[in-house]
């Protein structure tokens, strides 16, 4: 038996006003962890697990995907012990370089100390009571294919606002990711989208 769109749309309306959902209600999904044990028990395999700004590491990115490789970008040399570390457990390749959208050096300033490297911010110019320290910067396409980690890939950037930069060296990683997450800075939440070209 078929409906009637119209009934149908006027149906749901009375429904929204008499807050009847017929629909269960899925909790949020607000964590990375939350997220990656969504994608993961709805079959999502990715080959490589891409992450763009690994600091102290993303565990909860990389547990739910075992058999997945890893590539880990990471320009803070601080953070050197836990990603020799993360990689002796699950695996894959790192490099010390900030991902952008064309290979060079780059200035970025940061305070003294492992924990305020976290805050660490691409800067054209040195900011007052900050260090600066140049470091090389390389395209995701270019450290794909020097790792050859295959897709699809799950790609996570966390770079303090230089996300876009990072995007625009990773357009072939694009072609063959089948989920992107990222950070907003503005809000501190995790944002992550299913990616429209798979």
């Not at 269960?24 to 992450?51: H, N, Q, S, W, Y």
């Not at 490789?69 to 457990?89: D, H, N, Q, S």
Request: aromatic share 6%; charged share 25%.
């Amino acid at each position: 038996m078929s409906i009637s769109p119209f009934l149908k749309h006027r149906l749901k309306q009375v429904m929204r006003m008499l807050r009847i959902n017929l629909r269960p209600i899925r909790p949020a999904r607000r964590t990375m962890g939350d997220f990656t044990k969504f994608l993961a028990e709805r079959g999502f395999r990715p080959a490589t697990v891409i992450d763009v700004g690994v600091a102290d590491g993303t565990l909860e990115l990389y547990s739910p995907f075992p058999a997945a490789k890893l590539l880990l970008v990471e320009p803070m040399r601080e953070f050197g012990p836990a990603i020799t570390a993360i990689l002796k457990r699950h695996g894959g390749r790192a490099f010390e370089v900030a991902a952008g959208a064309e290979t060079g050096e780059l200035a970025i300033a940061f305070n003294d100390g492992v924990a305020a490297a976290h805050n660490a911010a691409f800067t054209g110019e040195v900011e007052a009571g900050r260090q600066t320290r140049m470091i090389p910067v390389r395209r995701l396409d270019d450290l794909v294919v020097e790792a050859a980690m295959p897709g699809p890939y799950l790609l996570k950037v966390d770079v303090e606002g230089f996300e876009c930069e990072v995007l625009k060296g990773a357009s072939k990683v694009l072609e063959d990711a089948d989920v992107v997450s990222w950070r907003p800075p503005s809000t501190g939440s995790t944002a992550a989208a299913r990616s429209s070209t798979r």
